[in-house]
């Protein structure tokens, strides 16, 4: 164990120092799963929200607070931008629709700082569903400073403070309606000191009537028979990539091992034919593992990919592994020279990844290419991916893809041994 | 230390090697001489156990069988190719194939620090071998080739390609394990070379052993005789010359050279310029082998 394990890590090494071959192990298979999820994806959290354009024209205070409130919905996407660019998104359905502030022509604010200006929203007519959504948020937005008030009942006695003294110096009003205003505010804040007193001993803001209504939402997700995402279709794809890279480089290893004379000189060594070729067969799984799970890993991390069961995923990862070891042995006796072997390598590759899921997914697939897809063992190593990942397998139905992934890796090694020996003779 | 007898190997219709013997003695350093595709490297390989024989008996110490373990932890061999990683550095490529004869801990240390010192990469231990010279990967094949410190050690045509600053550091270092008591298998087609380092040299064309002997018995079995080629003062008259005249140049072959210039100087021959050309192995090799070009 320990000349394989020497064997391996000096491969590890040199695969390690070859930043192309690095490349098709590591980056290629991450730039797939990234490059095909993102084009199947369209499920974003910002996909989700409406798009909309502010457009204002003025600059007063309560405008500035409205457009922040608005900002802060978590149903829409805010962006500022002058109304002909806005009507252009709009008319190409870039974005849902825009909302233009126009200030009004008096200086006064309406209630509890709300603009007093006029609103003019540009949607599509067809879109009724959304403008009616969007009015409901564009109206939670406006009220939320009475909100605010009813909530915080002192900031609602200053705001009719500075109404009061603002009164006096009021022009365009007659003095019965200074009286009337004065009155009614008068009162509106008796009222807030009376409110108060009430809730002074309880914290609870809930019981106000004029708090925020009571509204709780619950996920009650929707029950999926296929994968959550289009990562959890691409992530597994993306580890074959990465388990073809090793198999491409660790046999493009061997062979070079062999005409380049280093193989001789380990066979001169007083260790055994099968040790060296354990060792490399051991580089290769340890690579392929590790490339696998890093990059589970970033899809769990990164494109929050669900793993229904990790153990699963672990065990198919590993079957997966032993697999391509077994292929690889196989692909670096298929000739003598590095081209042969590479060039017969990849053109397998690729035929199996084409019938095994590895390019179109298998749920994608017409049955009869389907069917076919069961010779390949990329669509096993794919199924157990997916049983783990979001097919729901449990142990018993892991075993078929299992078997089937240890059981080529067997005789993939055990026949690529064998040639090796006669090539020796 | 080895013995070989009737060493028999085909490759289909071509018999590359055709039932040779010889015996190379502990401590000695014996060559292979032979022009290209003489059999030399398969006979190599068929030694330390990498091609199998088809017909004849090789024993290392006693022992018939080289792919043994045990007796492969005895021989270095140095293949004509570089067998070396040129992604790893000088010193991963020693420590490497230390460990997989066993080396570990200080020991492997050691070893590595001496074929460093060996091969004249101490200063570049730490650099990837892509970026040797040809020469200095030549060197680090052959220190790979002993890093475990056997007592056989095979080189195939280890100055193949190499500069003479790299050859003479080739020759010193062989020279010095030598006279530490290894016994060197050396295969090469630089006559000088083996005139040089051997003590036995076998010459070997079309898988057979022509000759065997020490260098300077072949060259008195095959070397020939001396060429003597002298530019007269003047034609002597009436004298009885030992060769043809040509431009006043006299050219003849002699066993005894020197006795015959002095005998010539003796009867008043007067010589301008004087050239004995005494025979050595390229002269046995010449002879042995034939002037046929063997590409």
Redesign the interface.
């Known amino acids: 164990m320990r ?1 394989a394990l ?2 391996a890590l ?1 491969d590890l ?2 695969l390690w ?2 930043r192309f071959g690095l490349f098709w192990v590591v980056a290629f298979p991450l730039l797939m799963a990234l490059f095909f999820g993102s084009i199947f994806s369209g499920e974003s959290s910002a996909a989700r929200k409406l798009r909309i354009a502010w457009i204002n024209a003025a600059v007063s205070q309560a405008a500035v607070d409205f457009r922040e409130e608005l900002g802060k919905s978590s149903a829409l996407v805010v962006t500022d931008m002058p109304l002909d660019s806005a009507r252009q998104l709009v008319t190409t359905g870039k974005i849902t629709a825009f909302v233009q502030y126009l200030e009004s022509d008096t200086a006064a604010s309406a209630p509890y700082g709300a603009p007093q200006g006029r609103f003019k929203v540009g949607i599509d007519p067809s879109r009724k569903a959304e403008a009616g959504y969007l009015e409901g948020i564009l109206s939670q937005a406006y009220f939320s400073g009475l909100q605010k008030m009813f909530s915080d009942y002192q900031s609602g006695r200053d705001w009719i403070q500075q109404s009061l003294r603002g009164l006096d110096s009021a022009e365009g009003m007659t003095a019965e309606q200074k009286f009337q205003y004065r009155h009614s505010l008068t009162l509106f804040d008796t009222a807030l000191a009376a409110m108060g007193q009430l809730d002074t001993g309880t914290s609870d803001k809930q019981g106000s009537p004029f708090g925020q209504m009571n509204l709780d939402f619950e996920d009650v997700a929707v029950t999926r028979q296929g994968p959550r995402s289009s990562w959890e279709i691409t992530f597994p794809q993306s580890l074959q990539w990465a388990l073809i890279g090793c198999v491409a480089a660790f046999s493009l290893g061997l062979v070079m091992e062999r005409t ?3 193989y ?9 034919r099968i040790q060296i070729l354990a060792g490399k067969g051991l580089a290769c799984f340890i690579a392929g593992t590790s490339v696998c799970l890093a990059l589970m890993l970033f899809g769990i991390a990164v494109f929050k990919v669900q793993v229904a069961s990790y153990p699963l995923l672990l065990a198919a990862i590993l079957a997966a592994a032993i697999c391509f070891v077994g292929i690889m042995m196989l692909v670096s006796v298929l000739g003598k020279t590095e081209n042969s072997v590479a060039g017969a390598g990849w053109a397998i590759m690729l035929v199996m990844s084409m019938t095994g899921g590895g390019m179109v997914p298998l749920m994608f697939m017409p049955s009869w290419l389907g069917t076919l897809s069961n010779f390949s063992p990329i669509k096993w190593s794919i199924f157990a991916l997916e049983g783990a990942i979001w097919r729901g397998f449990g142990w018993g139905e892991m075993l078929t893809p299992m078997a089937i992934l240890i059981g080529v890796g067997v005789v993939g090694f055990s026949v690529g041994v064998t040639v090796l020996r006669r090539s020796e ?1 | 230390m080895i013995t070989v007898s009737s060493l028999t190997k085909k490759f289909g219709a071509i018999t590359a090697v055709d039932g040779i013997s010889f015996t190379v003695a502990p401590g000695s350093l014996f060559g292979l001489l032979g022009p290209n595709g003489a059999g030399k490297s398969t006979t190599i390989n068929m030694i ?3 091609l ?1 024989a088809d017909g004849g008996t090789i024993a290392i110490d006693g022992a018939q069988d080289p792919t043994q ?2 007796v ?2 005895r ?1 270095g ?1 140095a ?1 004509q ?5 040129e ?2 550095t000088g010193e ?1 490529n020693l420590a ?2 230390g ?4 080396l570990r801990g200080p020991r492997l240390k050691e070893r590595v620090r001496f074929c460093l010192e060996f091969a004249g990469l101490v200063e570049r231990q730490t650099d ?1 071998v892509g970026t040797y010279s040809g020469g200095m990967k030549r060197r680090l094949n052959m220190a ?1 080739a002993i890093v475990h410190d056997p007592p056989l050690i095979l080189f195939d045509e280890p100055t193949v390609g190499v500069d003479p600053q790299s050859r003479y550091l080739i020759f010193e270092q062989i020279e010095k394990l030598r006279r530490e008591g290894r016994t060197i298998v050396y295969t090469t087609h630089y006559m000088e070379e083996a005139q040089r380092l051997c003590d036995t040299v076998a010459i070997i064309d079309h898988g057979k052993i022509l000759d065997l002997d020490s260098v300077p018995g072949l060259i008195a079995r095959h070397g020939g005789k001396a060429v003597i080629t002298a530019e007269l003062e003047r034609l002597p008259e009436g004298k009885q010359l030992p060769g043809v005249v040509v431009e006043g140049q006299l050219r003849f072959e002699s066993d005894r050279p020197l006795e015959d210039v002095a005998r010539l100087h003796a009867d008043g021959i007067a010589f301008h310029t004087l050239k004995v050309d005494n025979p050595d192995l390229e002269s046995v090799f010449l002879n042995l082998t034939g002037r046929r070009l063997r590409d």
């Open positions: 000349v020497t064997i000096k090494r040199q120092r070859d380049r004379g280093t001789l000189r380990l066979r001169l060594a007083p260790i055994s003779m | 330390v156990g990498a199998p373990p045990s492969r932890a021989i061999n293949p190719a570089l067998a070396i990683y992604d790893l991963e490497f194939f460990r997989l004869y066993g990837r790979c």
